[in-house]
Structures are given as C-alpha cells and as structure tokens.
C-alpha cells in the first residue's frame, strides 16, 4: 500500500469557511488530543534555524526535569539531528514497513531517546506531489496517543518544515498551546513571520493556539524585528546573536549543552534556560494584528 492510497479517516476537509473566509484548511480527528502537556509548535521562515533552536530549546526544557518530546515534521527529516547524533527514520517510514498496518508498530520503531532523556519523533512527510502533511502530523499524534507516550510527557515541541501555512503544515497549530515564531533581523524573515501571524490568528478561531512570542535568530540587531513588533502586537521573547559555534555546534551533532561553554556559548545556554522557564511559566497570549503585505515594505528600512 502506498502512501498516495493510505486512508485518511483521522483528516477532513471542512465545508465551512471555520478557519477564514474561504478557508479550504485540512483538520484533524477532534479526538486525537495531546493530553496535558505543554506544547509549542516553532514556525518561521526556511532555513532561519528552527531545528537548531528547537532542539537546544528541549534540551533546556530537559536541564529543568521536563519530561520532553520533540516532533520534527519536515520530509528533510533532520529537525532532532544534535539531540540523537544521526538521521532517525520517520514515521511514514515505520508504517510503510508495516505496510500502514499501525497496529503492528512498536514504540522503538518510531521514537528515539536523545539528548539528556528527550524523546525525539521525525514525523516525515508525503512523497512530493503525493500527499498532505496534516495526514503525517495527525497519524504521528494518533500512534503517540495509542502508545501512551503522551500521558508521560511535560513538553512537546512540533518543529515545522519552512513558512508553509497551508492546511497540511498548519496542522500542529490544531495541537499546540503556544505557538513560536523564529526570525532574523531581515526583511524576508519578518515577511514570512507576518504570514505566519495570520495563520495563527486562523488557527485560533477554532483551536486553543496562541501567539507565545517571537525568538530573534542568526541576528546582532534588532531594530528591524522590533519595528515590526511595535506596529503588531508581537513581543520578543529570546534573541540569540550570529555566533560561530552555534553554526558549528550542529555541524558536529551536538546541542549547545554539549560544547565547550566559552563565555559567549554560556551566554547563549543561560538564553535557552532563561526562554524554556519562561515558557513553562506561562504568559498571556498575544493579541497580534498582521500586517497587510504593502505596510511591511513601508515600515521596515530606511528613510
């Protein structure tokens, strides 16, 4: 069986505009819920490093005793790459090799123990052309859910693939309490963050998800991020600085946590410690106003 010919009884196509004014959105089998962890699913613009900051994020969570599970959802498949040292296989991968009987799954097929006890998920996704990524997200939620490692768990963290804001890849918003924006300090990341933005905003007329807050990446300044919050509502909850070894951290398949704490990488640890207590703190959601695509080109630069 093929995933093209897989059935998709856990998704379904809405009718009505719920999400919007002609909303076309995929969602997922009410029944399928998280449970009572604290989840968080990181967005932003493609390439911006929301592996990197996902995966030293749940190390964070794990320095504080959290119990964590991060959920990489991107065919690229590498989103827990430093927390296990290698390329996991997905979850599409382990139903294939059951021929997409689930029921024949075991847990070690599908999850994989990490850095410091966090537990590590590669979701996967369709063949290119093939399918939704809402389907991938909904069955990995549902095997979780099956196999009761979600009532044993404080933090799940989705990582999404790129910007992508259609129905598929917005379905880890229809499971998240919080949802995480990563930019730089640059035009086009702030243009993707603004999207995003509205499809959160979608999202939430019919879901408990909102705007947690905005994590400035890869960036020494600010000012560009912070015009950007000042007109929106949005507010920044962590900046980490364009530094060589958080580059090469990756490249050698280790967390933050793992290198040599130079004064400029303890810095950037005690950030991560500072952003997972604040998150599992808790905060008032945002109240954030997009943007209308013209406004950004005026607001940003200089006169």
Sequence with gaps: MSLATVPVSNIRKSSR??????????HMDPS?????????????????????TSSNLSAAFSHLGKRVLQIG???????TFTLTKKMLPTV????EQVDFHAEELRVEDFV??????VMCVEAGGP?????????????????????????DTDVVIFDVLGDVVCGGFA??????DRALIVTANDFDSIFAMNRIVQAIGAKSKNYNVRLGGVIVNRSDATDQVDKFNNATGLKSMAHFPMLDE???SRLSKSTLFEVEATPAVKAVQDEYMRLAASLWKGSDPLPAVPMKDRDIFDLLGFD
Excluded: M, W
């Design 92 to 95: 599409i991968d382990a139903l």
């Design 171 to 176: 379905a880890p918003l229809q499971h998240a």
């Design 112 to 117: 994989f123990p990490g850095y410091n006890g």
């Design 127 to 151: 063949p290119a052309g093939t399918g939704c990524g809402g389907y991938v997200v909904g069955q990995t939620v549902k095997l979780l859910k099956e196999h009761h490692l979600l009532e």
């Design 17 to 26: 505009a719920e999400d919007g004014e002609g909303s076309v959105q995929v």
């Design 32 to 52: 399928v819920k998280i449970g009572t962890a604290k989840v968080f699913a990181v967005y932003g613009k493609g390439g911006i490093g929301k592996s990197t």
């Design 73 to 79: 959802c991107d065919p690229k498949h590498d989103s």
């Design 246 to 248: 958080i580059r090469k």
